[in-house]
Structure formats: structure tokens, C-alpha cells
């Protein structure tokens, strides 16, 4: 590998992407099914295994709030997120 692609990988990042939100009967749901690009960064990160790390804590989390309100849309959010390389080809253009 030449250095300036070794440079260039060194700097990739990794966020946490969420699907979009909609409403259905007044209620929010999360777009799974969105294409990639319209997706929002929830949080980023240094590394993959920081960034799943983190999205299972969030999925844990909501389980744990059970009968709050909005637990099941976060749930669904968070269950569905992906955690995808700052470089993926799919984010261009966001």
C-alpha cells in the first residue's frame, strides 16, 4: 500500500448512523428502509468496535425504559442503527 492511502486510512472515522424519522398514526417511526445517505449521524467515533460498543449500550438502555414514552421509536432507532466507516462511498453527498 502506498503511504498516502496508509495516511488516508489512518484517519477514517466511524459514526453511528440512524434511519430518518416519520410520523404514522401520529406517532414517530423510524424510516429503516431509507436509503443510506439520508440517514443521521448519532454519534462518532474513533474506531468500529467504539461505535458498536456504544450503539449496544443504547438498545440496552431503551429496554431497560420500559413504559416511558418513546421507548419503542428509540428502540426501533437504535436497533436498526448501523455503524458505517466515515469514508463508505454511501454517505456522499450528506
Given at each position: 500500500?502506498?503511504?498516502?492511502?496508509?495516511?488516508?486510512?489512518?484517519?477514517?472515522?466511524?459514526?453511528?448512523?440512524?434511519?430518518?424519522?416519520?410520523?404514522?398514526?401520529?406517532?414517530?417511526?423510524?424510516?429503516?428502509?431509507?436509503?443510506?445517505?439520508?440517514?443521521?449521524?448519532?454519534?462518532?467515533?474513533?474506531?468500529?468496535?467504539?461505535?458498536?460498543r456504544?450503539?449496544?449500550?443504547?438498545?440496552?438502555?431503551?429496554?431497560?425504559?420500559?413504559?416511558?414514552?418513546?421507548?419503542?421509536?428509540?428502540?426501533?432507532?437504535?436497533?436498526?442503527?448501523?455503524c458505517?466507516?466515515?469514508?463508505?462511498?454511501?454517505?456522499?453527498?450528506k
Open positions: 500500500m502506498n503511504p498516502r492511502r496508509a495516511a488516508a486510512r489512518a484517519f477514517v472515522g466511524w459514526y453511528l448512523m440512524v434511519p430518518p424519522m416519520t410520523q404514522v398514526s401520529g406517532h414517530p417511526a423510524a424510516l429503516t428502509e431509507a436509503p443510506l445517505g439520508r440517514w443521521n449521524t448519532s454519534a462518532s467515533f474513533g474506531n468500529s468496535k467504539s461505535c458498536v456504544y450503539q449496544l449500550a443504547r438498545v440496552d438502555e431503551q429496554k431497560c425504559r420500559s413504559g416511558q414514552v418513546g421507548r419503542e421509536y428509540w428502540l426501533e432507532v437504535f436497533s436498526n442503527s448501523l458505517i466507516a466515515s469514508d463508505d462511498p454511501c454517505l456522499k453527498g
